[in-house]
């Protein structure tokens, strides 16, 4: 893709927008992971490895620019 890709819509229970902001701050980084049921969810991650809650649930889509 790029070193300047980067996700701009995560959907899946809902559709969540990433903030250019957001998607550069070198304090957060973007997880996506599977749960106990086999889906994927997406939340941040902050600097010290702690994880903040779920933004999207049942993940289905990542759009991707360029």
Do not use: C, Q, S
């Amino acid at each position: 893709m790029g070193p300047n890709a980067r996700v701009v819509t995560v959907t899946g229970d809902v559709a969540k927008p990433i903030d250019p902001a957001a998607w550069a701050d070198p304090n957060v980084t973007p997880i996506l992971h599977t749960t106990k049921r086999g889906t994927l969810k997406f939340r941040w991650a902050n600097r010290d490895g702690t994880w903040r809650e779920t933004e999207v649930k049942d993940v289905t889509k990542l759009e991707i620019a360029r």
